[in-house]
C-alpha cells in the first residue's frame, strides 16, 4: 500500500519539478501523478520512457510499467490474410496528414466499451506536439475515407505508440505494417507499444524488463529526431483514387 510518503513524492507539484526515479514506481509502474501535459512535460516523460494514462476528469497518472511491452519494427508477425490484406492495395497510406482526425478516432469508444481514456486536454496536448514536429500519425484511406490509422510519439529513434483505430477489416494492421516499414528503413530499433496485449503479442510485440527497455529505448533515444511532418520515404500505395480531394 503506497504511504503518505511516497504520496508526497509522487506527486508533482511545480511545473519544473522532476520525475520520481522510474525505479520508484508501484507495482502497477505508477511513477508520479498530477503536473501537466505541456509538451515540455511530454516530452520529458517520453525521453525517459514515461508516458500518461488516466480517465478524462482524473488526476495525470505516469507510468513506466515492469515489464515493457515492445515492437522490433523488422520483427512483425505478418500472417497470411495481414499480408493479402496489405498487398491487395485497394487503399492509398499517408504519413502525418490528418493528425488530428486520427486522433480523434482513436478516442471514440471500442465496441463494447462505454467510455475512453482519450480525453479533450490529451487531444489538444498531443495535437499540439504534433504541430511542433514530435507527434506523428499515419492513415489510410478508401475513396477519399478516412478508414483506419494510428498516431505515437517520436523520441530521436524511439517511437512510443499511442493508440490505432479501424472503420474497415484490418486498416489499423495495413497502418502498422507501414510504420514499422517506414521506422525499419529509418533504423528505428523499437516501438514501444508501452503495455502487452495478446493482440500485440499475435503481431510479434515482446515483454522486456524495464531496466532492458530503458537501456534500448535510452540509445534509441539519443539520437536526433526526425523533424515532422513525416512524409514516407519507401514506396507505398498512394493511388489518388483513395486520397482525399
Request: charged share 15%.
Amino acid at each position: 500500500m503506497t504511504d503518505a510518503t511516497d504520496l508526497m513524492r509522487m506527486y508533482l507539484v511545480d511545473p519544473d519539478q522532476p520525475f520520481p526515479p522510474v525505479e520508484l514506481a508501484d507495482p502497477s509502474g505508477l511513477v508520479a501523478f498530477g503536473g501537466d501535459l505541456s509538451p515540455a512535460r511530454l516530452l520529458n516523460a517520453y525521453s525517459a520512457g514515461i508516458f500518461p494514462w488516466y480517465n478524462p476528469g482524473e488526476t495525470i497518472h505516469w507510468y513506466c510499467p515492469d515489464p515493457r511491452s515492445i515492437l522490433v519494427p523488422t520483427d512483425l508477425r505478418v500472417s497470411k490474410s495481414y499480408r493479402r490484406a496489405v498487398i491487395n492495395t485497394d487503399y492509398a497510406v499517408t504519413m502525418d496528414r490528418a493528425f488530428a482526425e486520427v486522433m480523434s478516432n482513436c478516442a471514440e469508444p471500442r465496441a463494447k466499451e462505454t467510455g475512453t481514456w482519450i480525453g479533450p486536454d490529451m487531444l489538444a496536448a498531443y495535437q499540439q506536439l504534433h504541430h511542433l514536429g514530435h507527434a506523428h500519425s499515419v492513415e489510410v484511406w478508401r475513396n477519399g475515407d478516412l478508414v483506419g490509422g494510428l498516431y505515437g510519439v517520436a523520441c530521436g529513434r524511439s517511437f512510443a505508440g499511442e493508440s490505432m483505430f479501424s472503420r474497415a477489416r484490418d486498416t489499423s494492421k495495413i497502418a502498422l505494417y507501414w510504420l514499422c516499414a517506414q521506422l525499419a528503413a529509418w533504423n528505428f530499433p523499437l516501438i514501444d507499444c508501452q503495455v502487452t496485449s495478446t493482440h500485440l503479442t499475435s503481431l510479434g510485440a515482446t515483454d522486456l524488463s524495464r531496466t532492458d527497455y530503458l537501456h534500448l529505448h535510452t540509445q534509441a533515444a539519443a539520437h536526433p529526431t526526425l523533424p515532422g511532418p513525416w512524409q514516407f520515404q519507401i514506396p507505398v500505395p498512394n493511388s489518388p483514387n483513395h486520397l482525399p480531394s
